[in-house]
């Protein structure tokens, strides 16, 4: 819960110094970025043997996205990103026998949003969206590895805090998102998965943009 609320204290202190152009006609170029650190301690439970380990685990991932839309309406914007993701996943001592779990990935999407703003300066934005990814997956164990890739297809809702102060400048930082995502997996292993996910501030999601236009 702490590390919730001083996340989003430092979303609300960074948004204090911009402001963007909602207007119908209007256009956005910006990027997102994105960092979490999450540590974790797993217990396993042996019961035919009796024996019980604790794994702890440290995740580091961070994320960057360019991306550009335009105002098909007054505070409603169309577009298009592109973005890389890279996380790395350790356990000490090892989670069975795992060690580290690696990824990186390439991603386009395209959205729509919706911005509800009190004086045209502050509020949120929420709209849905659809996209692609292409990942590379590294898994580390005590005594080998295996590697694969994903192709994944996938849409959802995402929820942002945005604040203008200005004409051609603003930020934004994501609050929530809800997804769906299928993946097709090759390499030592073949399979699909389906994931949903309903995730709330747990990471720091910054956007920064430059709007022109009218």
Do not use: C, W
């Not at 993701?85 to 386009?108: E, I, L, V």
């Not at 996938?154 to 998102?177: C, E, H, M, R, T």
């Amino acid at each position: 819960m702490f590390k919730k609320l001083l996340l989003v204290v430092l979303s609300v202190i960074a948004l204090q110094t911009v402001k963007a152009q909602t207007e119908k006609g209007n256009q956005l170029l910006g990027a997102t970025f994105g960092v979490s650190f999450t540590n974790s301690n797993t217990r396993s439970v042996d019961l035919d043997n009796n024996i019980s380990d604790n794994s702890k685990g440290k995740l580091t991932s961070y994320s960057i996205s360019p991306s550009y839309s335009y105002f098909i309406a007054d505070k409603l914007d169309i577009g298009a990103s592109v973005g890389y993701q890279y996380s790395n996943q350790k356990y000490d001592p090892s989670y069975g026998a795992q060690t580290q779990q690696q990824s990186k990935s390439f991603s386009a999407s395209v959205f729509l949003r919706k911005y509800f703003l009190f004086d045209n300066k502050i509020g949120i934005r929420t709209g849905p969206y659809v996209g692609y990814q292409k990942q590379k997956l590294r898994y580390v164990y005590t005594s080998n590895e295996s590697n694969y890739n994903s192709d994944s297809y996938g849409g959802g809702v995402n929820l942002d805090f945005v604040y203008f102060p200005s004409k051609n400048i603003g930020l934004a930082a994501g609050l929530a998102n809800l997804s769906y995502q299928h993946q097709k997996f090759t390499g030592n292993s073949q399979g699909n998965a389906n994931t949903f996910n309903l995730n709330f501030v747990n990471s720091f999601i910054l956007s920064a943009y430059y709007a022109f236009g009218k």
